[in-house]
């Protein structure tokens, strides 16, 4: 089952207000991944991370791996209707090719 | 985006029907890997393939077999669908060997309705 806990489990913000979302594990991880997923679609790989402290943007989203290696933060500055949808965390510890998930943090967005 | 798609995209059956989802990619990644999505549990590995041929059993593996005979082909079948099968299927790639940099990205899903 998921041994990731990512929090929080829903977000209703106002239009331009920044978000912050993270993901915690009891286990240690060496790679941490965010994914959007949209109503109908798949998981889009939003960002990457492969070391521990390692704080990667892309546009209006960052993203750190955690110094333990045991969590991972995703915030979302400025955030507009677009950013909605579902956003997951997931880690991956180099025994097997097996993704451990999140369980999402619903993201809505009032213009 | 990734060359991923997933045939059908919707499916409606009956329970004790045999189904097939198709995962086709152009990537020519060496791992693919099918999941299921369900409210309350998130994505779940069913099962994954790390070469035309090879594959083994994921978290949630019983009920469903898998086959790949081509690189860029990936079959998940339910020999007999049951209405617990019932779910949104997704087919993810990788390229790499599942070591430090493991990426995986996914298809756009298909959603099964198990009457």
């Known amino acids: 089952g998921q041994q990731l806990n990512q929090s929080p489990q829903s977000m209703f913000i106002q239009e331009g207000e920044d978000v912050s979302m993270n993901c915690t594990s009891s286990?240690?991880?060496?790679?941490w991944l965010w994914y959007k997923q949209e109503p109908g679609e798949g998981p889009v790989l939003l960002i990457a991370?492969?070391?521990?402290?390692e704080l990667t943007s892309n546009g209006r989203l960052t993203a750190q791996f955690g110094i333990t290696r045991k969590d991972s933060f995703l915030n979302i500055s400025a955030s507009i209707p677009s950013d909605v949808g579902i956003y997951f965390c997931?880690?991956?510890?180099?025994?097997?090719?097996?993704?451990?998930f999140g369980g999402g943090t619903r993201l809505m967005v009032k213009p | 985006d990734a060359g991923i798609t997933q045939s059908p995209r919707h499916k409606v059956t009956e329970t004790g029907t045999p189904v097939t989802l198709r995962c086709h990619q152009t990537?020519?990644?060496?791992?693919m890997y099918w999941y299921r999505q369900d409210p309350g549990h998130g994505l779940r590995l069913i099962h994954y393939?790390?070469?035309?041929?090879?594959?083994d059993k994921g978290e949630v593996s019983d009920g469903y077999s898998v086959s790949r005979s081509k690189t860029e082909d990936f079959l998940l079948t339910l020999e007999s669908a049951t209405s617990s099968q019932t779910s949104v299927y997704f087919c993810?790639?990788?390229?790499?060997?599942?070591?430090?940099?493991?990426?995986?990205?996914f298809g756009p899903g298909t959603r099964l309705l198990v009457l």
């Open positions: 993810a790639i990788s390229d790499n060997s599942g070591g430090p940099q493991e990426t995986q990205y």
């Open positions: 286990s240690i991880f060496n790679t």
């Open positions: 991370l492969y070391k521990a402290g």
């Open positions: 997931a880690g991956h510890r180099n025994a097997g090719n097996m993704l451990t």
């Open positions: 990537e020519n990644h060496r791992y």
């Open positions: 393939s790390y070469g035309v041929k090879d594959t």
